[in-house]
């Protein structure tokens, strides 16, 4: 710890220098964090230097911590807004962040499962942390670049891989989310540079090579208690699966609300609801009629409408039986994922349940999206979908970065989940055939939808 002060703190009058000499690098670097971050989050950076990185996040309530008092004096003078300590983490009070920083830290730890194990008290059930490392692969390219002053000097001596990472993150309880991998060219060559970092490293293959490392993680919490929850049905032209969705759905959770979006059926099922209601008085059951079009706004306006702590989606088809509902609140409850994803591309399906152009086109789609959003999906487009009230507020809240594009509602929350983050983890189930009125699946237009779905993620998660 010694030599790391007394590294550091020589470094901290020219460490300006170094930044300038390579701005490009660092602009990429902070573009990165302003994704995986929000702004106005309180932000923890265990390692902050003279706090650029920390600044550029834009917090509520930024804390820099860093053990040369030369760095901590330098980010002093530059960002009075911040609030900065000289010293280790353990020396900071304890309170509570949203997202804690480890740029390039693990690199120079002694015991880096102690540090994580200590980390731990200033997280919440929702903190994430942000763990960043250069790639083993460039271990001697850096090197190099010290000796001819090209890089800041470092004094790196845990040279860790992913593998290694995650393995302290389980022995301290914490839990992988996603990861990142970034800048293949971290000099500016114009115009090659920027078609290189954008495109070509967010590659296979290409991806493997690059420089910097994120892994995003959080905490493990065993929440211990129950939650309500607010079951959505959407339904059009459903009128002989309403009273199923009530008397086959388990009761589960502290309280059950039923939220039917109706949208403009020809068959009497708006009229079906109301009927159901007056029949069950000891179910909670809310009816509202859907003014937009597409399954999308229905989501939009029955999880709006909704009062409980997990919403879940149970499509109206009830080709996912309602009967594996508490399956899906066991998950979220043990917090075992934030975000938990139906999939139906594991057991045997009934045998009309799913045509063979769809199930092929589903597995297409889910190994696409699982390279373009950096976390395993199956089967992107399964209906049933849960996560708390509160992240959801969040996707709601942060809804301006994607815009309105989504007609299924399935990737506005999919898309949302994986910005904020969100744990997501696939539930398998048994999908059926549908025991009443035709599928509204149109395969060919729904399919020109899907490779839009594709291009936006594209252009607004990979290659941002």
Same mark, same amino acid.
């Given at each position: 710890?010694?030599?790391?002060?007394?590294?550091?703190?020589?470094?901290?009058?020219?460490?300006?220098?170094?930044?300038?000499?390579?701005?490009?690098?660092?602009?990429?670097?902070?573009?990165?964090?302003?994704?995986?971050?929000?702004?106005?989050?309180?932000?923890?950076?265990?390692? =902050?230097?003279?706090?650029?990185?920390?600044?550029?996040?834009?917090?509520?309530?930024?804390?820099?911590?860093?053990?040369? $008092?030369?760095?901590?004096?330098?980010?002093?003078?530059? %960002?009075?807004?911040?609030?900065?300590?000289?010293?280790?983490?353990?020396?900071?009070?304890?309170?509570?962040?949203?997202?804690?920083?480890?740029?390039?830290?693990?690199?120079? +730890?002694?015991?880096?499962?102690?540090?994580?194990?200590?980390?731990?008290?200033?997280?919440? $059930?929702?903190?994430?942390?942000?763990?960043?490392?250069?790639?083993?692969?460039? &271990?001697?390219?850096?090197?190099?670049?010290?000796?001819?002053?090209?890089?800041?000097?470092?004094?790196?001596?845990?040279?860790?891989?992913? &593998?290694?990472?995650?393995?302290?993150?389980?022995?301290?309880?914490?839990?992988? #989310?996603?990861?990142?991998?970034?800048?293949?060219?971290?000099?500016?060559?114009?115009?090659?540079?920027?078609?290189?970092?954008?495109?070509?490293?967010?590659?296979?293959?290409?991806?493997?090579?690059?420089?910097?490392?994120?892994? #995003?993680?959080? @905490?493990?919490?065993?929440?211990?208690?129950?939650?309500?929850?607010?079951?959505?049905?959407? =339904?059009?032209?459903?009128?002989?699966?309403?009273?199923?969705?009530? /008397?086959? /759905?388990? *009761?589960?959770?502290?309280?059950?609300? !039923?939220?039917? #979006?109706?949208?403009?059926? &020809?068959?009497?099922?708006?009229?079906? *609801?109301?009927? *159901?209601?007056?029949?069950? $008085?000891?179910?909670?059951?809310? +009816?509202?009629?859907?003014?937009?079009?597409?399954?999308?706004?229905?989501?939009?306006?029955?999880?709006?409408?909704?009062?409980?702590?997990?919403?879940?989606?149970?499509?109206?088809?009830? /080709?996912?039986?309602?009967?594996?509902?508490?399956? %899906?609140?066991?998950?979220?409850?043990?917090?075992?994922?934030?975000?938990?994803?139906?999939?139906?591309?594991?057991?045997?399906?009934?045998?009309?349940?799913?045509?063979?152009?769809?199930?092929?086109?589903?597995?297409? !789609?889910?190994?696409?999206?699982?390279?373009?959003?950096?976390?395993?999906?199956?089967?992107?487009? =399964?209906?049933?979908?849960?996560?708390?009230?509160?992240?959801?507020?969040?996707?709601?809240?942060?809804?301006?970065?994607?815009?309105? !594009?989504?007609?299924?509602?399935? %990737?506005?929350?999919?898309?949302?989940?994986?910005?904020?983050?969100?744990?997501?983890?696939?539930? @398998?189930?048994?999908?059926?055939?549908?025991?009443?009125?035709?599928?509204?699946?149109?395969?060919?237009?729904?399919?020109?939808?899907?490779?839009?779905?594709?291009?936006?993620?594209?252009?607004?998660?990979?290659?941002?």
């Amino acid at each position: 710890m010694q030599d790391i002060r007394k590294h550091y703190d020589e470094l901290a009058p020219v460490r300006d220098r170094y930044r300038k000499r390579n701005a490009y690098y660092y602009s990429l670097l902070h573009k990165q964090y302003q994704y995986l971050i929000p702004e106005n989050k309180r932000v923890l950076e265990v390692g =902050c230097g003279t706090g650029e990185l920390l600044n550029a996040i834009k917090p509520a309530y930024g804390v820099g911590v860093d053990v040369s $008092p030369e760095m901590i004096k330098v980010a002093e003078g530059k %960002f009075s807004g911040l609030h900065f300590l000289a010293g280790k983490v353990d020396d900071l009070k304890e309170e509570k962040f949203d997202y804690i920083i480890l740029s390039g830290l693990l690199g120079e +730890l002694d015991d880096i499962q102690q540090f994580l194990k200590d980390l731990r008290k200033f997280c919440h $059930p929702h903190t994430r942390i942000i763990i960043e490392y250069y790639s083993y692969f460039w &271990q001697y390219i850096l090197k190099a670049g010290e000796k001819l002053r090209l890089k800041t000097p470092q004094k790196i001596q845990n040279w860790v891989t992913y &593998q290694d990472i995650c393995n302290f993150l389980a022995l301290t309880g914490y839990d992988a #989310v996603k990861t990142e991998r970034s800048i293949l060219l971290p000099k500016n060559i114009w115009g090659l540079s920027y078609l290189i970092n954008r495109f070509i490293a967010k590659l296979p293959i290409f991806n493997a090579l690059t420089l910097n490392h994120i892994i #995003v993680a959080r @905490p493990v919490v065993n929440y211990g208690r129950e939650f309500s929850v607010s079951i959505l049905v959407p =339904c059009r032209n459903e009128k002989g699966n309403i009273e199923k969705a009530i /008397t086959r /759905t388990p *009761v589960f959770g502290a309280h059950q609300e !039923f939220v039917f #979006v109706e949208g403009g059926s &020809q068959d009497g099922t708006y009229e079906e *609801v109301e009927r *159901v209601i007056k029949k069950y $008085p000891n179910k909670d059951i809310k +009816l509202f009629r859907q003014t937009g079009k597409g399954k999308g706004d229905a989501v939009r306006l029955g999880f709006g409408k909704a009062a409980c702590d997990i919403l879940m989606i149970l499509d109206a088809d009830l /080709t996912v039986p309602p009967e594996d509902l508490p399956k %899906f609140y066991d998950a979220i409850r043990q917090n075992r994922g934030e975000f938990i994803n139906g999939c139906r591309l594991v057991y045997p399906m009934e045998k009309e349940a799913m045509r063979f152009l769809n199930l092929i086109a589903n597995k297409f !789609f889910g190994v696409f999206f699982s390279w373009l959003l950096g976390q395993r999906f199956k089967d992107t487009l =399964c209906g049933t979908k849960v996560l708390f009230k509160h992240h959801y507020d969040e996707i709601v809240a942060n809804r301006s970065y994607f815009g309105d !594009f989504d007609p299924f509602g399935d %990737f506005d929350l999919i898309f949302g989940a994986i910005k904020l983050n969100l744990k997501v983890i696939e539930l @398998p189930i048994r999908y059926r055939d549908r025991t009443y009125g035709t599928t509204q699946i149109q395969r060919f237009r729904h399919g020109i939808l899907l490779f839009r779905m594709c291009f936006f993620a594209m252009r607004k998660i990979k290659f941002r």
